[in-house]
């Protein structure tokens, strides 16, 4: 359970990095935790602790007149949280702060949970299982990566251009693994750390140094998953394909043209109409703020692309987890 909370800093996290701590009524009985662990206070960053007194109710820590007066629905003090829970002590409401006591008026954050079930057990099987990866947006779409790796039919294999460390690659292995396919995994990348992936891979608690040979760090993270995973270490101008069908394509790294449409021209013949499905994670990188009007009229080719051939193409999902992906099903050649 969630404990502590770091912010935001500069450099590594230190004894005087802020936090935001969160504490659980821990009181057992038996062996059995009698209040289910339900939250009890939160410490803000600020110091403030703000405590959850029973009945759901919550004020500010030193509250003296709400010590004296405690009850329901006074609600008309700096900071008061009202919250519900379920029958498994899951929170399920948040009430905002307000003036005056909390009424059907009162704004709130809900929070609902997939309760699907199999054989009187959650079935959670569309979120993927956790991979401690650093990633460069294959973390933030972990669930929908492991979700359609689960779901391929078994028409073709997977190829990957840019795998990095195994942050995209690994929900796709994951998802595969639980389906019980062998289906090969086919990753491209030159997997040579550049001073920019020592720098986020640190940001995310691995040390790499410039220059390091990624792969047998991407093999260590992926092959424990996923056995049916074969390495093309290079330039992906350089890759090659035989005729096996890919049934999903995912690109993280041809966001240059030359490079795309090699990629196009080397992959794209593998692809089934109808079936395969293209994650372009480089979709809408063209729009960061930070590039110059040259490079996002060169990184917008594979938008141009896709539009001058929108009949072969149905978009199916974009920006998933807030990233610059957008995700198609392929429909026909545009040969
Ligand atoms: C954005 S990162 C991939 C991140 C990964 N998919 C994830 O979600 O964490 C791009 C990767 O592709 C590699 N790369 C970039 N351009 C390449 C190219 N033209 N050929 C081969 N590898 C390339 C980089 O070295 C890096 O490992």
């Known amino acids: 359970m969630l404990t502590k909370e770091y912010q935001e800093h500069n450099g590594a996290k230190d004894a005087n990095t802020w936090y935001v701590g969160y504490n659980y009524d821990e009181s057992a009985s038996g062996g059995e935790f009698t209040k289910g662990l339900r939250p009890t206070s939160i410490r803000y960053a600020d110091g403030r602790l703000v405590e959850d007194k029973d009945m759901h109710f ?21 900071n008061e ?4 829970y379920n029958d498994l002590a899951m929170l399920v409401k948040e009430f905002q702060e307000h003036g005056g006591a909390k009424d059907a008026n009162t704004p709130y954050v809900g929070y609902n949970y997939d309760e699907s079930a199999a054989g009187g057990e959650f079935d959670r099987s569309e ?3 956790c991979f401690p990866i650093p990633s460069m947006g294959g973390g933030q779409m972990a669930d929908f990566l492991y979700a359609t790796g689960k779901a391929l039919r078994g028409v073709g294999c997977v190829v990957e251009c840019g795998s990095w460390l195994g942050a995209s690659v690994a929900p796709v292995a994951a998802g595969l693994r639980d389906a019980g396919s062998t289906a090969a995994i086919h990753c491209y990348d030159r997997w040579r750390a550049t001073k920019e992936e020592v720098r986020k891979a640190a940001a995310q608690g691995v040390e790499l140094f410039e220059g390091q040979d990624l792969l047998p760090l991407f093999k260590e993270n992926v092959l424990a998953i996923y056995p049916h995973v074969v390495c093309h270490q290079g330039w992906t101008r350089e890759a090659t394909w035989r005729d096996d069908p890919i049934e999903l394509y995912i690109d993280d790294c041809n966001k240059d043209p030359e490079d795309f449409h090699h990629a196009l021209a080397t992959f794209g013949p593998a692809w089934i109409p109808g079936q395969t499905i293209v994650v372009l994670m480089d979709y809408e990188f063209y729009r960061k703020p930070h590039l110059s009007a040259e490079q996002r009229e060169r990184y917008a080719c ?11 193409f149905e978009q199916i999902a974009a920006n998933i987890g ?14």
């Open 127 to 129: 979120m993927s299982p």
């Open 302 to 312: 594979q938008r141009r692309f896709i539009e001058e051939h929108a009949d072969c």
């Open 81 to 84: 949280i009202v919250r519900e």
């Open 322 to 335: 807030g990233t610059s992906a957008v995700v198609f099903r392929y429909r026909k050649s545009w040969i």
């Open 58 to 78: 919550c004020a500010p820590a030193g509250a003296d007149h709400h010590r004296r007066s405690r009850g329901r629905g006074r609600g008309n003090v700096l």
